[in-house]
């Protein structure tokens, strides 16, 4: 059974690359060390979908790096992914274990200690988190749950926790000292004008 062993997890987002290709800032980002990626483009139709997921995958490979899909298990499958990423409206947890097997990572995105304590109990393997601060993307969410929310979630649940929702270099340092395994973020390496640059101090400032 896999383990999420990554500290930074880039959910992808076509709209926020000021006009790049999508899979250029992929490589970049995997160029300045990221090790996984969640392919989330809601608003593409199946077939587009797979063809960008079966490119993601190709690349991921590349780079040794994981590559799991938002929602979609068929598609996770039928490229090969690492894994998926479920939302408290996608199937349930564990219907999806049950297609994915132990094999692959099942992601889950919370919001809730609640929630996160579902998750666990219904089999994923670890936990998103947020938002904890203020983001457009995650505003349709909620207010943001802030440090002491994300603290008591690290205290409570046994997995792996990741924080997400405008999650920044200057507020990076305060996050991990809440003990989370990692952050999830998207327009701090998408919309950034070097990824690459991006994503290496991103993970500089984790691991320091």
């Not at 062993?5 to 790049?20: A, E, I, K, M």
Request: charged letters at 25%; aromatic letters at 6%.
């Amino acid at each position: 059974m896999p383990t999420p062993d990554f500290h930074l997890y880039l959910v992808t987002d076509r709209n926020l690359t000021q006009g790049r290709d999508l899979l250029w800032v992929l490589q970049q980002a995997l160029d300045g060390g990221v090790k996984a990626i969640q392919l989330r483009e809601k608003d593409l139709g199946g077939r587009d979908l797979f063809f960008l997921a079966e490119a993601a995958r190709k690349l991921t490979q590349r780079y040794h790096a994981r590559l799991l899909i938002n929602d979609r298990i068929d598609l996770a499958l039928a490229v090969d992914a690492d894994g998926v990423h479920l939302s408290t409206a996608s199937i349930p947890i564990e219907s999806a274990r049950a297609l994915l097997g132990r094999q692959r990572l099942l992601g889950a995105s919370t919001h809730s200690l609640e929630e996160a304590a579902d998750a666990e109990r219904k089999g994923a393997d670890f936990v998103v988190f947020g938002p904890v601060y203020f983001t457009p993307s995650k505003a349709p969410y909620g207010e943001p749950q802030g440090m002491a929310a994300l603290k008591k979630i690290v205290e409570k649940i046994s997995l792996p926790i990741y924080a997400i929702g405008g999650i920044k270099p200057e507020n990076i340092a305060d996050t991990r000292c809440t003990g989370v395994r990692g952050v999830a973020l998207i327009s701090a390496v998408m919309s950034a004008a070097d990824p690459k640059d991006a994503t290496t101090k991103i993970l500089k400032l984790f691991n320091r």
